[in-house]
């Protein structure tokens, strides 16, 4: 369904632009976007001094190799705020994550560590809800969390409850998935409609009420991975477009495969309420946040074999193949509109949505 | 050495007590100390949920069973105030606590995961120095940093940089470490002088200056470990006395045990620097945390071998036996003092350090 009018360049201007100086010199809001500054803080800070091989990857996580098993790893912290959002809260969100970030790599998750951040003064009501989401989603995805820390700041040094998770799954087929993998004439497909989780925060931060709820799609994405490997084995790459939405994980493949990528725009999965909501938020559904959503670049030849099997599974009934990958463009991902024009899909520069995850 | 004055009861008052309705109803910095209000809370709100078997172990880290291996897996979030202190920062302070926690399961540390919060406007400066300090203290260790990630929180909402690690190890002998394998006659094995981290850190932040400067001992114990390994196969425990110090650590052996166990306060290792900080602090050395100190409890019959084995390694040179278990006082410490009396030391109750690691 078409929304062009939501997803014309005007709409995409950052609400915070910290001067170029500014943000070389001092962390801003916008190196946590998953964006561009995002990049600029791991090329200029992170990488330099944490080069190797399986860092140099890039991936969702890292593909460890350990005797003779393949085990993903993966981190996360979670600082969303509010903590508590229509669909969910920040426990349910830090369980969902990090198993996501391990499906991604192909992996079935085992393992999750877990480390809370409180701020003095949070309510342990508060806290015990958390927990109990935590626990009732690692337990839905057969997961154990089987270790923690906690730690306490004092009040105003940090915002309630931050949580990390961190977990270890294992790789049981001989697949490679990685965005090195992907080629010309791959399809895209996605599981379903794209910005509930980032509206659903915003329209909460904003307090702004809409004819129907617009809820967080966070969920575990294990399962339909796994359905996924079962009917293909050239999945070149799966990634979940969490912070900077479609836009930043499509120009971070597109970089690293060095083709081009070109989405259409009436082929994208999107509520009509989510619509409605980017245009009152002055907001781009291509670069919000999903939490339950998995984009998966497979040969032309399996894309309506693994589409089929998509929509048969519960957390993939809206799915669609969205787009393709083309040799022109390297490192570019574009939109054919509506009405049939390209337009540049960049990746978000600054923050427009601050803590979404 | 003796330091009778300092480890007198009088000086455990903690500095911050909350009502028992304040720490029941919302979070305190207690609840952060390692102590009983830390206790409280696992027992309140996370065991409840978060129950199983591997996660009831109560370890510092998980150890997994993954096809023929064993590994261990252990997370820990760092939110020491100063960043920056005397010997370290949060940086190696981070990747070495890992490592240790990792170490104590009697692993061998291979790959970590971090991942920073940082609040808007931390100098980038200063965020370069923590992660070079973070790829030195790997690199020392030989472990990998394999994956990442980067939030960032608004000015007023976190406390310049706060880290977590995770870290997987290979536990490659067949010993099994844990509380539970001590036995009375064992001795209590420490590499060397107690209480530097925590009066570094205190020293640092209460702008006081001694004629010598006390540093940090944050070190790497994987080496140490390995060492120990080698010259006795019946390692029984080894444990980290961090935060809550060797009184927690301690405490928390003797309840999962249903041992008693006597330290010697003359065979107490420790700086006089230390113990006039402490006086001057009004701390007890049994209480403050360590960061590169490692306890051991052997059989009486291995403990000389250990001892001098610990004694010819670098992070060493200073072990001493402090004490051994014994059948009376089950879930009991107690001091032998300088003067032969016997005292209990409990569990610090409230919070004496916040924001120690």
Redesign the interface.
Same mark, same amino acid.
């Given at each position: 369904m078409g929304c062009a009018c939501i997803m014309s360049p005007s709409s995409t201007t950052p609400h915070r632009l910290p001067s170029s100086s500014q943000r070389?010199?001092?962390?801003?809001?916008?190196?946590?976007s998953g964006g561009k500054l995002?990049q600029d803080?791991?090329e200029?800070?992170?990488f330099p001094?944490?080069h190797?091989p +399986? !860092?140099d990857e890039v991936?969702d996580?890292?593909i $460890?190799p350990?005797?003779? *098993?393949r085990?993903a790893?993966?981190?996360?912290?979670?600082?969303v705020?509010p903590l508590f959002f229509p669909g969910g809260n920040i426990g349910d969100l830090a369980i969902n994550g990090t198993i996501n970030d391990l499906s991604m790599c192909g992996a079935i998750p085992?393992?999750l560590?877990?480390?809370? +951040? !409180?701020?003095?003064?949070?309510?342990?009501?508060d $806290?015990?809800k958390i927990? *109990?989401s935590?626990?009732a989603a690692?337990q839905a995805a057969s997961v154990?969390?089987?270790?923690?820390?906690?730690?306490?700041?004092?009040k105003?040094?940090?915002?309630g409850v931050?949580i990390?998770t961190?977990g270890?799954g294992?790789i049981e087929s001989n697949i490679t998935i990685s965005p090195k993998q992907v080629i010309p004439d791959d399809v895209i497909l996605i599981n379903g409609n794209i910005g509930d989780h980032g509206v659903a925060i915003m329209s909460e931060r904003e307090g702004l009420e809409f004819e129907t709820t617009i809820e967080s799609d966070t969920a575990p994405l294990h399962d339909l991975v796994q359905s996924i490997l079962k009917v293909s084995s050239h999945v070149h790459v799966l990634r979940d477009p969490t912070r900077g939405g479609l836009a930043s994980t499509l120009n971070e493949i597109a970089v690293a495969a060095q083709c081009g990528i070109v989405l259409e725009e009436k082929k994208l999965p999107i509520q009509p309420a989510v619509i409605a909501a980017c245009e009152i938020l002055g907001l781009d559904p291509l670069h919000i946040a999903n939490e339950g959503k998995c984009l998966v670049f497979v040969p032309e030849t399996e894309g309506e074999a693994v589409l089929q099997r998509m929509r048969q599974h519960p957390l993939g009934k809206n799915s669609a193949i969205i787009g393709r990958v083309i040799y022109e463009h390297s490192g570019k991902v574009l939109l054919r509109t509506t009405i049939e024009s390209l337009r540049r899909v960049d990746m978000p520069e600054g923050?427009q949505l601050?803590?979404i995850c």
């Open positions: 070389s010199s001092e962390v801003v809001l916008g190196h946590g995002s803080l791991l200029t800070v992170f001094n944490f190797n +399986i !860092l991936h996580g890292a $460890l350990l005797g003779h *098993q085990l790893f993966s981190t996360d912290s979670f600082v705020s085992q393992y560590a877990t480390s809370f +951040i !409180l701020e003095e003064g949070f309510p342990i009501r $806290l015990k927990v *109990q935590m626990s690692a154990l969390l089987v270790t923690g820390d906690t730690k306490v700041v004092e105003g040094k940090g915002d931050f990390n961190t270890i294992v923050e601050p803590r």
